[in-house]
């Protein structure tokens, strides 16, 4: 299917902000090396991202093309340029034992993105969660749009909250880096800039039910959100659903309206949309 043109295919797994980050650079590097880019959205996974690319992106101004794990085995040839665990490369169902078996013995597998611009396997797959070193540049961010429900709820909310840069976007995970962080931890973030200027406004962002409250409790003049449908329910393997990645979408999107200022350093998703 794929055997008369240049690929590099990105395997897109995890959360949402480890997905496009590596996909950014994906993109740039298609473009600058007149590579066919294709995409494997894992969806398989329901704890981490249920929802395919085009349930949450509209993909007219992108066209991007996608893969199916069939379709990459079938590959004649191919170099896998990876910086995570092998074993965490396939985990779809129904393909482990060809998947292994392909990893071990049909491609190479490299550890690192050294070249990649001048490398001259034909198919190029990607395995990682982060930028790639050396490829700059955020074309993909700057066309990256939500499908027409989700940038509907976007600027509804924008209005009702009224968010802009003067308001201060909070990014308050509550599931990832717990129990390192704690609502206290966002919420003493957010007193120096209250010490500034007492009527500064907050917008939260958060996917934990208690942070909110939490965090509207200790500064209620100053505190927007947005109630959601779909929160995290802390157990031991929480499943996110479709819907649950639509107002993930929504909120970072949200975010993205006002002055990003309070964040875990570790999360991925604040930094996507500090720069949408």
Known sequence: MFTDMKTIINYTTG??????????????????????????WDSMEPCICPAHFTDLFDNSVLEIAFITPEEI????SAKILSVLMVNTFYTTIGLKDNVMKFLSGKFVISSGFDDILNNPENNLIIHSNNFIPGVSGYEFLDSLIPVRTIRDKVALFTKDLRLDKTVIGVHARGTDFAPRTTPHYFINMMLPHLENNPKVKFFVSTEDKSFEQAIYNAYPDNVVFRTKK?????????????DHMIEAVEDMFLLSKTDIRIYHPDSTFAEIARLL
């Open 15 to 40: 959360g949402l902000g480890n997905r496009l980050k590596p996909l950014c650079s994906a993109y740039n590097i298609a473009k600058q090396t007149d590579r066919k880019l294709l995409v494997y």
């Open 230 to 242: 779909n929160y995290v329910i802390k157990t031991p393997v929480h499943e996110n659903t479709v």
């Open 73 to 76: 085995v079938e590959l004649e």
